[in-house]
Each structure stands twice: as structure tokens, then as C-alpha cells.
């Protein structure tokens, strides 16, 4: 499903910097979530949102992260101060309203710090 | 709390024939959603099929088919003739509907078509 974009596909930052992963949901889907992949494990939750909201963060760590999701514009996830842990990928997936929710998934990202 | 369970951490299985991976589940709440998503060696994630816990039927897409258990709380998929293309890791995944329809997801069955 080519209709969720999120760019970069790869990022490598050093550890210490910032880490900027955005996300486009496909036309007409008002919710967006977060999704971070360790290596050879599960997606893991790590925030929802809708426009200008952030509805429920409980799958993200206390600090350096934070999530957006202006009214114009992509999603951003914003990693600050990164650290080789934070090497993962990152989904993006996105909903519309309605009983049957299944999510549309980016691609991702990869994040490798080094 | 909820959770997903894959306790099949690896598969194979021959090509054209079928194969089923499992899933079970735990939730307290009435209304949820089950999902099943490939995530091929590229990386993306591909939905494949749903089931609502109300639904009567057992959902179909194609060769994918989802054996909905409700009493036992598993919601295994069923690939019917198998092609290479298969080959894949393969997540359950669990959304409550009443709720922020976030993802709880299983740790994923690796499945190995064999020419």
C-alpha cells in the first residue's frame, strides 16, 4: 500500500544527535500511530495521534521522544540526543474512523546510530 | 492486560501446500479486532486479513484465511497453497475497538516456503 509515506527509508545519526522520522497518512485517515521494530522482535506501541492531539503516549519512553501531528503536515517523531539503543525501525501507520480499523503501514524507517 | 502470543518462532513448509501459523490471544475487553500482517525481508508491513470478535464467520482474503476460535481465544492463519513468495515473518496482531485502537502485536512466526 503505497498510500502512507514516511521518509527518510534510512537515517543514520551519531550518537548525540537529533533524529527527525516524518510520516504522511494516506488521504482521508485522521489517525496516525507509531510503531518502533527491534531487531528480530515484535512492533511495539508507542503513541497515537490525530490532528493537533496526541491521544495516547503510553508506549513512549519519558524522554528525548515526542511525536506531533500538526494541522498541516506530516506526523514527526522526534528523537532527541540519540543513543545506539534508539537503533530500530520505526513505523507509521494510519486509520480511518469505523468499526473495521485496520491499520495502513509505512515502509519505515531505520534508524542506525552510530 | 492484553497480549499476543506466537509460539512459533520458525515454519517451513513445502510449496503448494497449506500451512497454519498460530495465535492466541488475551483481552478483557468485549470488542476487538484481530490482524494478521507479512513483513517480508524488504521490511514493510503488509496487511493481509481481519476479524472483528463479533464477526460470525471466519474471515477470507484470497488464499489467507483466519480460523477464529473465540472460546479458545486464538485466531490462527491458515496459507493455502503456499508460493515462494510466502516467505516471510508473519505478526498477529490485536486492536480494541472500544478504545484508541492501538496495536498490540505477537513476536512473529518465520515462515520458509521449500521449492
Known amino acids: 500500500n503505497a498510500g502512507v509515506m514516511q521518509n527518510p527509508r534510512h537515517l543514520v545519526r551519531r550518537r548525540g544527535q537529533e533524529a527527525r522520522l516524518r510520516c504522511s497518512p494516506m488521504?482521508?485517515?485522521?489517525?496516525v500511530y507509531w510503531y518502533r521494530q527491534l531487531p528480530e522482535e515484535g512492533l511495539k506501541f508507542m503513541v497515537y495521534?490525530?490532528?493537533?492531539?496526541?491521544?495516547?503516549e503510553s508506549g513512549m519512553p519519558k524522554e528525548r521522544f515526542s511525536a506531533e501531528f500538526p494541522k498541516e503536515g506530516p506526523s514527526i517523531l522526534r528523537i532527541q540526543q540519540v543513543v545506539r539503543g534508539d537503533s530500530a525501525a520505526y513505523f507509521c501507520?494510519?486509520?480511518?474512523?469505523?468499526?473495521?480499523?485496520?491499520?495502513?503501514f509505512g515502509q519505515g524507517t531505520r534508524l542506525t546510530v552510530v | 492486560a492484553q497480549k499476543i502470543t506466537q509460539t512459533q518462532p520458525g515454519m517451513f513448509v513445502q510449496e503448494k501446500e497449506a500451512v497454519t501459523l498460530d495465535c492466541t490471544y488475551d483481552?478483557?475487553?468485549?470488542?476487538?479486532?484481530l490482524f494478521w500482517y507479512k513483513q517480508p525481508s524488504s521490511g514493510e508491513m503488509i496487511f493481509l486479513i481481519y476479524q472483528g470478535s463479533y464477526d460470525q464467520q471466519n474471515a477470507t482474503e484470497g488464499r489467507y484465511s483466519l480460523n477464529f476460535q473465540k472460546a479458545r481465544k486464538s485466531a490462527n492463519l491458515v496459507i493455502s497453497a503456499s508460493q515462494l513468495g510466502d516467505s516471510a515473518m508473519y505478526f498477529c496482531a490485536m486492536g480494541s475497538t472500544s478504545g484508541t485502537y492501538k496495536y498490540i502485536f505477537g513476536t512473529g512466526t518465520r515462515l520458509k516456503v521449500l521449492a
Open positions: 483481552t478483557s475487553d468485549p470488542s476487538y479486532g
Open positions: 488521504k482521508g485517515h485522521s489517525h
Open positions: 501507520a494510519s486509520s480511518s474512523t469505523g468499526p473495521r480499523t485496520e491499520a495502513f
Open positions: 495521534l490525530q490532528k493537533e492531539n496526541i491521544i495516547d
